[in-house]
């Protein structure tokens, strides 16, 4: 109870007092006026216990922490004063709608223990915790009052429940209870009710300084932990004021500075880091114009080496909007430059690594090619002069086979590394897979047949279309059937097939072999350039597990899909290839039949070959000779100019990487003389990119081959040039 509160009712009890003290000092007759007259002292004095009762119950409330624990010891002093000898105090509990009884008097332990715990309109105070509004009931024992019956059980005459309400929240219920008499009069409910008002007060006075405390404590712990981020952040972090003066400043930052925290405090950025204008620059702009900035990159050349910083800085106002100062946030980054800077040097040292590996391959794809060259024109050589002789047939084929092999090995090295540099560019047009897969597999079927291979052949009737490169799209095929060949060993079989799927709009390519399998483990990898299905240390199988690695990129190019798949070793291979399907194209595209070799008009071709290597000037003139053309060599390209002047050839073969004038001279210097200027040039060389073919043509040369030369070819070419000259 407030002081002023209590001094009133002090007073009011002095006043009391002294009327009832000169009451009995004043002799009145009995008279029947006169009793109505002494009425009068009985109620004040009434009042006044009231009063005496409210008073110690406030004080007593006013200063404990839990009105439910004094709850007791108050009762014990006030029960004569309420004239009650129970009472029942529950309290919210922590499930929904429940009460749990904080204390009582007047009730055994057994019972307490039995009604700890009631919920909402269960007997009498959880019916007044239901309906929030006390509930008063006299003469129990005689009552049919249902909620209670277990009072009339323990012997309960009279009943006052009251509940515990502040600020329309309900805190709990507090009853009061007789087995001495069957009513209560006015005056004691009054006070009982009173008396639950107060309490109710100080339940929520409690409630709220322990919430109080509780938020207290939470935000010192709130402020405890944001100060704790704030000084071990793993960035600087401090507060300016609007004269650039630290205010705060964490220990990342101090340690980024080189000083003390303390040293910081009070003093200015200017005089505190003179040297850094660029940084004092950037804060002033932020206060002059009130936008933040952030990663602004800040750069400090020392004599150790530069260091570097990332700097934000935001603005900070208060609630009218005035600018108090800037937060600064400081991460430094020179080991991350440095890293970037080696990284970058790493790149740069890649790239031309990557460079010089692809200025090797093609060098090596040149050196490899030259010496193939007269070997393959030898074997035509041999062909020619070498007779039937089993042996000497079977020799020849030999060499055949491994030139084929070799060629085709440097083919694909060349491939995968114009692919990794995206220097393949396809030319589509609409092609038909049907004829792709036949003629494909035509090509492959004595190399099959050959090695006692079994080669089934699926092909639709009618044209598969796709839109794509149709020399790309016949490597990718041929890509999968040399697989096929190479690791299936005689007497095995091999199906390539060719259907359509509808439902995704593609075209599917299988090619089925029954050869040596794979292990699972080696299927995520069967695509990678120079990934080997072989590993054995014999090599039977040979290869620079380059094919595969090319069918994955072409296709992917096409914007197909490849995939493998083997039920394990020795249980053969699939390889499935997706390519979108396209429309029927309205003019449908031919394909040239193979080259055959034509003899017309020979003995009237005039050939020059200018070719450094000895070995195969000489014997690609040992052939053109056998096949019935005049030719002469020339090892230089001086020389070839000269010869050239007095042989007036019909064909010059010449060699791009002549010693003295190089290819690409003397084909300009031929076009330029009147004697050569009508001859067919051809260039030969170990270079075969299009770049190489592009400066050809600039030069003045008619055709590029690139070494080794197929004799087919050659022949074919002269031929046709022999058939025009006629």
């Keep these: 109870m407030p002081a002023a509160q209590y001094t009133a009712v002090r007073t009011q009890r002095e006043r009391i007092e002294e009327a009832l003290d000169a009451a009995r000092s004043v002799h009145v007759p009995p008279d029947p006026t006169f009793a109505l007259a002494a009425e009068a002292p009985r109620q004040a004095r009434a009042e006044h216990a009231h009063l005496?009762?409210?008073?110690?119950?406030?004080?007593?409330?006013?200063?404990?922490?839990?009105?439910?624990?004094?709850?007791?010891?108050?009762?014990?002093?006030?029960?004569?004063?309420?004239?009650?000898?129970?009472?029942?105090?529950?309290?919210?509990?922590?499930?929904?709608?429940?009460?749990?009884?904080?204390?009582?008097?007047?009730?055994?332990?057994?019972?307490?223990r039995r009604y700890r715990k009631i919920g909402f309109g269960q007997f009498m105070c959880g019916t007044v915790a239901a309906t929030r509004m006390p509930l008063i009931a006299f003469d129990l024992q005689r009552s049919s009052l249902e909620c209670g019956s277990e009072l009339k059980k323990a012997g309960v005459q009279a009943y006052a429940g009251y509940p515990l309400i502040s600020h329309g929240r309900l805190l709990g219920t507090l009853a009061f209870a007789t087995s001495k008499r069957p009513h209560m009069n006015a005056d004691e409910l009054s006070l009982m009710q009173t008396l639950s008002v107060q309490v109710a007060a100080v339940l929520e006075r409690n409630r709220l300084c322990r919430s109080l405390r509780a938020s207290e404590q939470a935000t010192q712990r709130h402020l405890a932990l944001l100060q704790n981020v704030y000084s071990t952040a793993p960035v600087g972090l401090c507060f300016l004021d609007r004269d650039l003066r630290y205010v705060s400043v964490n220990e990342t930052l101090a340690r980024i500075t080189g000083r003390p925290i303390s040293e910081h405090l009070g003093r200015t950025l200017g005089e505190f880091i003179p040297e850094a204008t660029s940084f004092k620059d950037l804060c002033e702009r932020v206060l002059e114009t009130g936008q933040e900035v952030t990663n602004c990159e800040l750069r400090c050349a020392r004599p150790e080496g530069d260091r570097h910083w990332l700097v934000s800085v935001h603005p900070v106002r208060d609630e009218a909007g005035t600018m108090l100062g800037i937060n600064v946030v400081v991460q430094e980054v020179t080991e991350r430059k440095r890293a970037e800077q080696a990284l970058l040097e790493s790149e740069q040292a890649l790239r031309e690594a990557d460079r010089r590996k692809d200025e090797f391959l093609m060098m090596l794809a040149h050196e490899l090619r030259n010496p193939l060259a007269p070997i393959r024109t030898a074997i035509q050589v041999l062909d020619i002069t070498g007779g039937d002789a089993p042996e000497v047939i079977r020799t020849r084929d030999m060499i055949e086979r491994q030139v084929a092999h070799m060629a085709r090995m440097i083919d694909d090295l060349l491939d995968v590394s114009r692919v990794a540099r995206g220097k393949i560019e396809l030319r589509k047009e609409p092609c038909d897979l049907a004829q792709i897969v036949r003629q494909v597999t035509d090509d492959y079927a004595p190399a099959f047949q050959g090695n006692g291979i079994e080669l089934l052949v699926s092909a639709p009737d009618e044209p598969v279309w796709t839109y794509g490169d149709y020399t790309r799209l016949t490597q990718v095929i041929g890509n999968l059937l040399h697989n096929a060949l190479k690791f299936t060993d005689t007497g095995g079989r091999v199906l390539a097939c060719l259907e359509t799927d509808p439902a995704t709009n593609t075209a599917v390519i299988v090619v089925e072999d029954s050869g040596i399998g794979m292990d699972p483990s080696m299927i995520p990898r069967v695509f990678e350039t120079f990934s080997q299905a072989d590993s054995s240390l014999d090599r039977r199988r040979g290869g620079l597990g380059l094919g595969l690695s090319l069918v994955h990129s072409l296709v992917a190019w096409h914007g197909g899909s490849v995939e493998a798949h083997s039920e394990g070793l020795g249980l053969g291979s699939t390889f499935r290839v997706r390519l979108p399907l396209s429309s029927t194209p309205v003019h449908s595209v031919r394909r040239p039949e193979r080259v055959r070799p034509a003899t017309a008009s020979r003995d009237v071709l005039r050939v020059l070959v200018v070719e450094d290597n000895l070995d195969a000037a000489d014997i690609l003139k040992q052939l053109l000779v056998l096949l019935g053309y005049h030719v002469e060599v020339a090892y230089t390209g001086p020389e070839g100019l000269a010869v050239g002047r007095t042989l007036a050839p019909d064909v010059v073969l010449c060699d791009l990487g002549l010693p003295g004038m190089d290819g690409y001279a003397l084909a300009r210097a031929l076009r330029a003389d009147p004697a050569t200027a009508r001859a067919y040039l051809i260039a030969q060389t170990g270079y075969g990119h299009a770049e190489d073919r592009r400066r050809a043509r600039e030069a003045g040369f008619d055709l590029h081959m690139t070494k080794p030369i197929d004799p087919t070819e050659l022949e074919r070419v002269l031929s046709s040039v022999g058939t025009r000259a006629s």
Excluded: Q
């Excluded at 004080?59 to 309420?82: K, T, Y």
């Design 52 to 112: 005496r009762i409210l008073a110690k119950a406030a004080s007593r409330l006013v200063l404990c922490d839990e009105p439910s624990a004094l709850l007791g010891s108050l009762f014990e002093e006030l029960a004569n004063d309420l004239g009650v000898e129970l009472y029942f105090n529950y309290m919210l509990g922590d499930e929904p709608n429940t009460l749990v009884l904080e204390s009582a008097a007047g009730i055994s332990p057994e019972d307490e």
